[in-house]
């Protein structure tokens, strides 16, 4: 069982930048990917992230619509860490972020309508407690 803590969360402003960080113990994440997840007050869990694992052959990331161009993932398997790199951000950015782990590589989005799809949370595991992400002026 891989135990996840989430650190870098904090207060910011509109427009700025936080960099989130997701360290594990217990075991290596090499074999894992890894999902990052939000959860604001009165709405539902959204992914927002995910990065396979570094040995996977199908090496894929995801962002979800809604932070696509304004967010980036990464990881150092050596650190045993994976980051949420986050910019531009507003206020719909305000959440608890959430790191996981899914085995090997990041699952298929799930599209739920023409428009929309979503990072299914199905076979995530070993969420961390999370970290506050605040947006305010």
């Known amino acids: 069982q891989v135990q996840l803590v989430e650190s870098g969360g904090g207060l910011v402003q509109p427009g700025g930048s936080l960099r989130l960080s997701c360290e594990a113990s217990?075991?290596?994440?090499?074999?894992?990917?890894v999902g990052w997840f939000r959860q604001a007050p009165g709405k539902e869990r959204e992914g927002v992230s995910c990065?396979?694992?570094?040995?996977?052959?199908?090496?894929?990331?995801y962002y979800s619509d809604s932070v696509k161009g304004r967010f980036t993932i990464s990881r150092d398997d050596a650190k045993n860490t994976v980051y949420l790199q986050m910019n531009s951000l507003d206020s719909e950015d305000a959440a608890v972020y959430y790191c996981?782990?899914?085995?090997?590589?990041?699952?298929?989005?799930?599209?739920?309508?023409?428009?929309?799809?979503?990072?299914?949370?199905?076979?995530?595991?070993?969420w961390g407690q999370g970290t506050q992400v605040t947006v305010s002026s």
């Open positions: 996981a782990t899914h085995p090997i590589r990041c699952p298929e989005p799930t599209r739920v309508s023409a428009t929309t799809e979503i990072l299914p949370a199905f076979r995530f595991t070993s």
């Open positions: 217990g075991a290596t994440l090499e074999h894992y990917a």
């Open positions: 990065i396979s694992s570094s040995g996977s052959t199908d090496r894929r990331t």
